[in-house]
């Protein structure tokens, strides 16, 4: 099963055509095996994105290295998960 | 497993297997109401079953509702298990549910991405695409909001099938899709389509795959205006609402531009709750109150069609 310890969720809001630009150009690098639950969709739009704990570092220095400001939606997936979980067993019982 | 649908718990997400066994102990519970279609096998061969609302008749007009397309926008199923519970306690003291049986008949699958959901559930609960394998790709599934006949394969869809929004190797490649294509095709009398997602809260009307307004765009836009003023009676949930691709992105090969495409005029999409939050993980008290709010404004859509023949 996968697991999304210290995986984020975190949400940008383009305000200008750079900015946007940044933050298409992270959907294109695999390797940061990003998620975006919101895609870049234009100006103004939140993008919200579920980037795993081993690409946190380097997203977050790519944003702030290109003044784009985020906000982290979800501090730790995975506490989510496991919550969801135990209230689904809970139910069961 | 719960022994009535009244035990049922609908504040908490639910298994594959519950959300079956609660579908046959409706049906039991409902012989004369309620009936369970089986229009096709997932990829992975299990069942997709369609929960068929009736008073009599024979293919007489109807509405078809789905939820779980995307597999872990889990909230959409578990409304449309208490959308299943609430047509049948209301179709006689509803009047305005009655009367929409008098006339029409509701198809409601509440779980049309199976291996998706119990992938979700088992593996990774952020799957969102079908779980079909292709040889000679590295990865697995297809974006089954991507695989419909309508613009297939152009902008606003992948072509990698390592993306989330891989639009597969041609239309209806998935049998999750084929399956509603060939059921809406053979019952040939579907008057209203509405596929449900989550997350953002919109209501959507086509085109995705492109700029150009669909003819009715000025009858769907006053049917979304109505039904969003609906469902934000409720709890005071904002909506906003549109086509697609005005109001979130290009979006190729998507489900209801298709249903559209077929004639069937009043097609839509929800997003439900919430807007960033939670997102995906929704928790599981939202459940009820957003399938309470979703449902006045199904309400609106589903009299305007009732109201509207075409």
Redesign the interface.
Known sequence: TETFVGHQVLRIVPTTDEELQKVEELQNLEELQLDFWLAPRGLGHPVDVHVPFPSLQPVKAHLEANGISYSIMIQDVQALVDHEQTEMLRSRR | LPLSTNTF?Y?????LDEIYAFMDLLVAENPNLVSKLEIGQSTENRPLYVLKFSKGGTNRPAIWIDTGIHSREWVTQASGVWFAKKIVQDHENDEGLASILDKMDIFLEIVTNPDGFVFTQ?????WRKTRSKRSGSLCIGVDPNRNWDAGFGGPGASGNP?S??YHGPYANSEPEVKAIVDFVKSHGNIKAFISIHS??QLLLYPYGYTRTPVPDQKELHEISEKAVAALSSLYGTSYKYGSIITT??QASGGTIDWTYNQGIKYSFTFELRD???????L??KQIVPTAQETWLALQVIMQHARDHPY
């Open positions: 718990d504040t908490t997400y639910h298994s088992t593996q990774n609960r952020m390592c989330e929004t997350y953002s979130i992105y807007t960033g939050r939670y997102g995906f993980l928790p599981a």
